[in-house]
């Protein structure tokens, strides 16, 4: 899925018209309608329908739907549409998501490096853990990239780490939707609660055999400029290497640390972890 | 061997024949894991049975068949990293303790020392059938066999009419997208490979078909 974050900017230029037959047709017809709109100038549904070639029903119900996720927005008094404010959401978490990788690479492989493990730098999306860059474990052939995985939030230190900071809502939301049970070690609500309470006060996250049995990970979080998580760094390995006798060894968790807080620094972060006062009144409160 | 036994020897032949099936079949098994997961599984796995080897070729003590089968279990849950550790201990060690001193091959309790591996794999695992895991090999061969035993099944038919069903169930499982383990959180990538964890599960269970009734095992995949 993430193979996209990267390259899919050099495809904007490209005609995908020719291999048009494999293209849905709706998603195609809103992302041309976006196109033209992106060349700067209000238009109304007739001279889009007549630019794109389409009965402008069509391109009016498009329209809407666009409308709709903030996409497009429509002026009152002349009726013409124009590029919403959605698009630049969507657009900053894109810049987001790539200065992240960007920014973590180096550190991505030195903590490969010093922890002979593999190494995932994810981010938060709708309840999932997205692996935006994976560091493999140094001399060691057979793997499978990660990137674009989709990791439980709950069932892995990356998410724990990054929910630990996150606004007290995201936890909530979470829970709310259910965690699911991916082998006999996962926590429930409450052991997620309790232990982010812990990650709060430490800055670390660790997990165990809680969405694969036999692998573990250790995990911290990244901030950015606005002290904001906005992903984590962390090794992942067998359980047996990673937590022996159920604890990470002290210069793993320091060397986990150490990248975090490299990342967060490179995005210009001042302090980590960020300080105790931006958590929420609830994690404080246990 | 006769082929009324499941004695110690017979336990112990088994696990000698599944520790060279793994073998034998490693990169096969190792290329289905990478597909999906990790190659270490499969190196894992293939650690565990060599552990189980040695075990049964220098038992400490004398044992009963359910002994043996147990410290095969405890064997892999000390000694193997990864998920094979905790799964396949599980396994071994429920079945073990199902089977306890008991001889005789019959079908009723084999189901059973079948299905309480089953229920440990799913207790540790959290797993449901169609999940792509082992137990996608394990819940059918376990049906087979409380299907035998109601039929009556003579014992030397016992055992190869719980590999066949595992091995259909190994078969299923290539469409299917993985909802636990590594592979379940590359979603889609999944789907259009075979589960190595069912493989590995047939496989065992081929061997000890192949064990108890003194014909060649059939090497999954040869067909």
């Known amino acids: 899925m993430t193979e996209h974050l990267g390259q899919r900017r050099a495809d904007e230029g490209a005609d995908p018209r020719r291999e048009r037959g494999s293209l849905i047709q709706s998603v195609d017809r809103a992302a041309r309608i976006l196109k033209v709109l992106a060349a700067g100038r209000r238009l109304g549904v007739t001279e889009i329908a007549k630019r794109l070639d389409l009965p402008p029903p069509t391109v009016h119900g498009l329209l809407r739907t666009l409308v709709a996720h903030g996409f497009v927005e429509q002026d009152r008094t002349s ?100 965690l699911p049970r991916l082998t006999h070690r996962t926590l429930d609500a409450r052991g997620l609660r309790a232990e982010l309470a812990d990650v709060a006060r430490t800055g670390v996250a660790r997990e165990r055999d809680e969405a694969v049995l036999g692998e573990s990970s250790v995990a911290a979080p990244i901030f950015d400029a606005g002290s904001m998580p906005v992903g984590a760094i962390g090794v992942v390995a067998d359980t047996s290497r990673l937590l022996p006798r159920g604890r990470a060894p002290g210069s793993l968790v320091t060397a986990v640390v150490t990248a975090a807080r490299g990342v967060s620094r490179e995005l210009g972060v001042a302090e980590w972890p960020a300080r105790a006062d931006r958590l929420s009144p609830s994690l404080r409160r246990r | 061997m006769t082929a009324e036994q499941l004695g110690v020897a017979e336990i112990a032949a088994w696990l000698r024949e599944a520790a060279a099936v793994v073998r034998a079949q490693q990169a096969r098994l190792t290329s289905l894991d990478a597909a999906i997961g990790d190659g270490d599984h499969g190196l894992n796995r293939a650690r565990g049975f060599d552990a189980v080897e040695r075990l049964v070729n220098f038992p400490d003590h004398p044992v ?35 089977l306890g001193d008991r001889q005789t091959l019959e079908a009723p309790p084999l189901a059973r020392d079948l299905d309480a591996a089953r229920a440990g794999v799913v207790e540790i695992g959290a797993a449901a059938p169609r999940d792509k895991t082992m ?19 003579p014992s030397d038919a016992v055992a190869p009419s719980a590999a066949r069903p595992a091995e259909d169930g190994v078969r299923a499982t290539t469409p299917l997208l993985a909802r636990r383990g590594r592979a379940a959180f590359l979603g889609e990538r999944s789907i259009s490979h075979q589960g190595p964890g069912a493989t590995s599960v047939a496989l065992v269970l081929r061997a000890l078909a192949g064990t108890i009734c003194a014909a060649p095992p059939r090497l999954y995949g040869d067909e």
Do not use: C, M
Request: glycine letters at 12%; a negative charge; aromatic letters at 4%.
């Open chain 1, 79 to 178: 009726e013409k549409y124009q590029l919403g404010p959605g698009l630049l959401q969507l657009g900053s978490s894109y810049l987001d998501v790539n200065e992240l990788r960007a920014r973590s690479v180096r550190w991505a492989d030195r903590l490969a490096l010093h922890a002979d493990a593999g190494v995932r730098v994810g981010v938060l999306v709708t309840g999932a853990v997205l692996v935006v860059h994976h560091a493999f474990r140094p001399d060691h052939d057979v793997h499978i990239p990660e990137v674009g995985a989709q990791l439980p939030v709950h069932a892995s230190a990356l998410g724990k780490a990054v929910l630990a900071f996150a606004a007290p809502e995201a936890v909530d939301d979470l829970v709310a939707d259910g």
């Open chain 2, 64 to 98: 009963t068949p359910g002994d043996l089968l147990a410290q095969a279990g405890r064997t892999f849950q000390q000694r193997v990293g990864g998920a094979s550790g905790p799964i396949w201990g599980i396994a071994l060690r429920r079945a073990g303790q199902d």
């Open chain 2, 135 to 153: 137990v996608d090999a394990l819940a059918p061969a376990v049906d087979a066999l409380q299907k035998a035993a109601a039929d009556g099944l």
